[in-house]
């Protein structure tokens, strides 16, 4: 490759940046309180990956593998920002995760967890595990998307491949033989007592699902108080996470507007399908497929402003998609401007950072075939 044709390189480029693009995407979306430092160590972690694409090795992506690219992307933001609407990445973000530092070659030269780090993260992994399955399955048999958030947390603790498959597999235990192995620190057991009710309250909430968290949450310690207030917040975030996702699926039909169909189509529900809640998602999504023009009326100035640089990253990623040209890219940063007016936000910082993200790993591997 290094001796080859120009063209080649271009093509070599090109599909690096689709890839790095639909990473910039997901990246926005999870949440993270500081997008510039999330995006530094998130490039780290998917080198290696950026560097196979150019060598020809096909990988999982958005829009044709959206199961196996999802696993692969919790796994690489699990250590720096994982995603806040995902059931039990509070106990991820209380560092129950082995995957720490860099990935592939990398790794060899970044510390590795300790064999006590191994065994904690073993310990409270699996117990989190069947927590959420049990709560998931307290109102019927497990369906594909209660599978696949049980699989999103496996593949955010980085547990071994043959714990974590023996861990999907299970079937689900009853309240009652959900004991934790040992103490709990706080700050665990209120993030596992807190995904239960956000795996609950995702769709409908289900008073046998109640039972179950109820009877874990006694288990761990939980109050009254905490108890009902935990509901409370679980409540207003849904609502609230129900507005910060049709913003981002407005504002990726937005943008890509002279795509549909298409690619503004194509983007907008598989996002959608991602971030929105379960509860709410017919509603976010009938619009997409009819078809129907998106009307920017300020409807989402009141999302926190968290939300609103998720919804700018994950417009400009979905902007760059194409790879567009310049000419291109002066129509798409009219139309993402727009977006940001209409939030009520500046939205130059955010878009520089996606394009510096993009350009910086792009660039990386181009010098790696000089």
Sequence with gaps: MTNGSSGS????????????VEDALFFSLTGAEDLSEAFRELGGRRADAYLAVAHGVTIP??????????????????????????????????????????????????SKPSDKEVHRVRRLGSYAV?????????????????????????????????????????????ASDLDPYGELDTPVARAIVRGMWLAAALDTLDPREEQVIRAVATKLGTNAEEFENGRAHV???????????????????????DREPGTGIQLA?????????RRYRD??????????????????????????ISVLGACWAAALYEDPNLSRTVLLRQRYERIAEDLGVEGDKVRMLVEEFVTDQVLKVAKAFR
Excluded: N
């Excluded at 109102?139 to 593949?155: C, P």
């Excluded at 529900?269 to 809640?277: E, F, K, N, Q, R």
């Excluded at 023009?293 to 939300?307: D, F, G, H, N, Q």
């Design 235 to 257: 409540q207003k975030y849904v609502d609230m996470r129900r507005l910060a996702g049709l913003a981002i699926v407005d504002g990726i039909r937005h943008v890509l507007s």
């Design 61 to 110: 992506r958005m829009l044709e593998q959206y199961e196996p690219w999802f696993f692969q992307m919790c796994r690489a933001v699990a250590p720096v920002a994982p995603p806040k609407w995902l059931p039990m990445m509070g106990v991820v973000e209380e560092k129950v995760t082995l995957e720490v530092g860099a990935r592939g070659l990398r790794s060899l030269f970044s």
């Design 283 to 308: 509603e976010g999504l009938a619009h997409v497929g009819h078809g129907s023009p998106v009307t920017l009326a300020k409807r989402y100035a009141s999302i926190p402003a968290a939300e609103k």
């Design 269 to 277: 529900a598989a996002v959608g399908t991602m971030v929105l809640p």
């Design 130 to 174: 069947r927590v959420l399955r049990s709560v998931l399955a307290s109102d019927g048999a497990l369906d594909v998307e209660e599978q696949r958030m049980i699989g999103a947390f496996l593949a955010s603790i980085g547990l071994p491949e043959a714990d974590a498959s023996a861990l999907y597999h299970e079937v689900a235990l009853s």
């Design 9 to 20: 390189r271009d093509e070599t480029l090109s599909r690096v940046t689709s890839v790095v």
